[in-house]
T-cell receptor, first 111, second 112 residues
Framework: ELKVEQNPLFLSMQEGKNYTIYCNYS?????LYWYRQDPGKSLESLFV?????AVKQEGRLMASLDTKARLSTLHITAAVHDLSATYFC???????????FGKGTSLLVTP | AAGVIQSPRHLIKEKRETATLKCYPIPRHDTVYWYQQGPGQDPQFLIS???????DKGSIPDRFSAQQFSDYHSELNMSSLELGDSALYFC???????????FGPGTRLTVT
């Protein structure tokens, strides 16, 4: 069974600060995804990471993947209130397979 | 760009009733997935279809069934509804050999 663990599960941070969310998974895979979800809304795709060492950046968010360590990170730089949401990482074994999600990290950015 | 369409967006049913959720994938996408997300939970995979054939099955109760039609839309049929079935139900679609699943807006099912 593929297990995906995120930490922390809850994160309250001040605007302007930096922080990193971690995602570990239990099986060999080089396919990892980050999604954002606002309360009661859909899952918005943020990053698709498909190889060891992949790094992608969009605005204040940067994601990386280390397939040997089975670890992905989502780094937040100079947080702003608009980043408040729940962030999920997910792993699949191949194209067309189900996504296995972590429990999600609920992020609250405060003034 | 066209997105995944789901209907209805909200549905209220009583215990033991049936419900049907519909999903229209992104045009040319060949795989459709259904996920269930309970309050405060992560999405759980239910079932998927590739080219109208069931391709994978997750934690879908026997009371639920699904199919994909010739026009590629999919329906999730839920019978003998229970209070615990109250959740957000997402449909997602993808195209083989490309990566990432694209999620619809979801259907919020409330069972009273």
């Amino acid at each position: 069974e593929l297990k995906v663990e995120q930490n922390p599960l809850f994160l309250s941070m001040q605007e302007g600060k930096n922080y990193t969310i971690y995602c570990n998974y239990s099986t060999t895979s080089d396919r990892l995804y980050w999604y954002r979800q606002d309360p009661g809304k859909s899952l918005e795709s943020l990053f698709v990471l498909l190889s060891n060492g992949a790094v992608k950046q969009e605005g204040r968010l940067m994601a990386s993947l280390d397939t040997k360590a089975r670890l992905s990170t989502l780094h937040i730089t100079a947080a702003v209130h608009d980043l408040s949401a729940t962030y999920f990482c997910a792993v699949d074994l191949n194209s067309g397979y189900a996504l296995n999600f972590g429990k999600g990290t609920s992020l609250l950015v405060t003034p | 760009a066209a997105g995944v369409i789901q209907s209805p967006r909200h549905l209220i049913k009583e215990k033991r009733e049936t419900a049907t959720l519909k999903c229209y994938p992104i045009p040319r996408h060949d795989t459709v997935y259904w996920y269930q997300q309970g309050p405060g939970q992560d999405p759980q995979f239910l079932i998927s279809f590739y080219e109208k054939m069931q391709s994978d099955k997750g934690s879908i109760p026997d009371r639920f069934s699904a199919q994909q039609f010739s026009d590629y839309h999919s329906e999730l049929n839920m019978s003998s509804l229970e209070l615990g079935d109250s959740a957000l139900y997402f449909c997602a679609s993808s195209l083989t050999d490309t990566s990432g699943q694209y999620f619809g807006p979801g259907t919020r099912l409330t069972v009273t």
